[in-house]
């Protein structure tokens, strides 16, 4: 069976978050499937760098705005499709944000092209290969539906969207429309229009043949009022179309008896490897080598969705129980100082690395004992499967795809031997103290402790079973 996936951004191309991660692993997972994949991304400079051989399979003499071109190539494990449009990708950097730090002004026609794009490789446009479905990825290719529904050919693939994270919609002035090369008639409720704009996500979520989320908790959630972001509405009606399938994570790349980005590699047999990674994080942290106290954890956006608002508040709750905390991770200028001034005020017990670094973060999953994770609101996550096959235990709030992959520690868990982790809720300082204290006291429980983290390395958080998941929808949208 074949499929095209469309998306902004796959590892190790070009990758700003679990997006990339997502739309990177998948295709390998599918192939055993039997589903080929080819991928779709803008031409960015690092994308098209990586370039090796590719060809030259469709020319545009106008897309928005300039010439373009389709190469398809092979590159990092991925059968690609690239949109070479130097006008609107040919630039470096963050593929969203200029320089400046604000989104690009023209980011409604990059994506616009991509989707454009998209939908006319769904219907044929590349005569040698026709796929069956066409799976696009958040807001920045959620046109290719409406493009397919709007153009109305006879002959196209079926369309599925996912929705990694409903909080990035994609809304734009109704004034593009012609721009977008939609018809007038788009611009209504039961069109692209959304709250007076045009609404990139909710056009997806209109016209798609079958929508999924990143995982079943999160699929309920958004039906609601608190976590639909004013689209639970068209949610609750597309109801028999939404389902939840969980992320995976891809264990080859995440995987401790082999990672070259580990200090020390170890397996769920032998953990002392874990040791070598701790004094290597507390190195690169300014923490002191102490081996009684538990390491916390956090690799994360620093906004407000993660929680972290929350961490100036819940720090001294952690020291005061004799834990050290490290963070990593970049996002809200304020919540970036509040770190860096609780490692400043705190040294030795607190430690800051502001940006984000591949090596450090696999080898604070390696050592570290506990991962902190104290989303408001969670479509997946990927930070916890991580921390689940490194043995370091999650501390995560009770929502979406947390709730999803983490056994809480509750009493009747541990009595049978199958937590995994803490769970919480809701996301209030009060609450995050406890759950810490919680941890606290089981990690010097050894016996109870060491049990918790071979369960997590006994997880199967690959990409096996929601691979067989999404083989089983792509084939029922194509039929």
Known sequence: MEVLSVASEAFPLVKTGGLADVVGALPAALAEQDVHVRTLLPGYPGVTDALRGGETVHLFEQLFGGPARVIAARVGGLDLLVLDAPHLFARRGNPYVSPAGQDWPDNPLRFAALARAGASIAQGLLPAWQPAVVHVHDWQAALVPAYLHYD?????????????????QGQFP?????????????????????????GYLKAGLRFADAITTVSPTYATEIRTAEAGMGLDGLIRQRGGMVQGILNGLDDDVWDPTTDKLLAGRF????????????AAVRTRMGLAHDAEAPLFAVISRLTWQKGMDLLPAIIPTLLAGGAQLAVLGAGDGAIEAAVQGAAASYPGQVGAVIGYDEALAHQIQGGADALLV??????????????????????????????DTVIDASPMALAA??????????VSPEMVDAAIHRTIAIFHD??????????????????RDPARRYAALFRSVAA
Not at 374 to 379: C, H, K, L, Q, T
Not at 450 to 463: E, I, L
């Open 446 to 463: 050894k016996p109870v402790w060491q049990k918790m983290q071979a369960n997590g390395m006994a997880t199967d958080v690959s990409w």
């Open 267 to 278: 397996s769920a047999g032998s953990l002392a490897g874990r040791i070598a990674n701790r």
């Open 417 to 426: 031997g199958v937590a995994t982790g803490v769970q919480f809720a809701p």
């Open 174 to 198: 109704t004034l593009l429309l012609s721009s977008l090369g939609l018809p007038p008639s788009a611009l209504s409720m039961d069109g692209v229009e959304y709250y007076g704009s045009i």
């Open 374 to 403: 104290p989303s408001r609101f969670e479509p997946c996550g990927l930070t916890q499967l991580s921390a689940l096959r490194y043995g370091t235990v999650p501390v995560v709030a009770r929502t979406g795809g947390l709730a």
């Open 152 to 168: 109305g050919l006879p002959k196209r693939a079926g369309s599925v969207i996912t929705v990694h994270n409903l909080a990035f």
